[in-house]
């Protein structure tokens, strides 16, 4: 699995200033009307609340439970509710219906299966002339941004990209494959016979040159 410290995709930080807490996770008038307009009650406002600016940071839903306390004040405080309220969806239909609206907000689609046809042909095309992992899950992330779509979890984004990846270098190997000569093909091959019980030629290959 790539390290997903390796890659451009969204994450929380561990420690937010004032200023950054103030300016990123401050709702606006016109996002508190919206919530008021579309909720009842005030756990659900502030629910919505939340998961709305850090769509907004991060653009995917993650769960209430690995929100920062940190925002999760600075958006309360906000709202003017009591720094106790309750926060958490007791039902997933509310929680599915937050998501839709939020979605439908911001102009977001859903991550569905057009998302994946484009992240499959952009990796595809990109994998010819890049190998390294994070390089085309920064590429597919840019991508999936500018088409106006929810990003996918990032352990399934890296797993359609690594797919994506090792087909490619299939079809690569596969294409050099046929293009050899057959003496060629057999020098190739005699390279990983064991010349002694642990050395191949390979082996050799590999040796650093000794100091001049």
């Not at 008038?29 to 756990?43: A, M, P, S």
């Not at 600016?53 to 839903?61: A, I, N, P, R, T």
């Not at 941004?145 to 079809?171: A, G, I, M, W």
Request: glycine share 2%.
């Amino acid at each position: 699995m790539t390290s997903i410290e390796r890659t451009a995709y969204p994450r929380f930080k561990r420690y937010y200033t004032h200023n950054e807490l103030h300016k990123i996770y401050t709702p606006t008038l016109k996002e508190k009307k919206f919530g008021l307009e579309r909720t009842i009650g005030k756990t659900n406002y502030l629910n919505l609340i939340i998961l709305l600016k850090v769509f907004q940071k991060l653009g995917y839903f993650p769960s209430l439970d690995a929100v920062p306390k940190s925002i999760k004040k600075q958006i309360t405080k906000e709202l003017s509710l009591p720094l106790n309220q309750k926060i958490g969806y007791v039902g997933k239909v509310t929680l599915f219906r937050h998501k839709q609206l939020i979605r439908s907000y911001l102009q977001v689609n859903a991550y569905n299966s057009n998302a994946r046809l484009l992240v499959s042909e952009t990796v595809t095309q990109s994998a010819y002339i890049r190998d390294n992992p994070a390089d085309l899950i920064n590429i597919a992330l840019e991508e999936l941004v500018k088409n106006s779509y929810e990003l996918p979890s990032f352990r399934e984004l890296d797993r359609q990209v690594n797919h994506l990846r090792t087909r490619v270098n299939e079809t690569i190997f596969s294409e050099t494959i046929k293009k050899l000569k057959p003496e060629l093909s057999k020098t190739l091959n005699d390279l990983l016979k064991l010349t002694s019980e642990t050395v191949t030629p390979f082996n050799q290959l590999k040796t650093l040159p000794k100091r001049p």
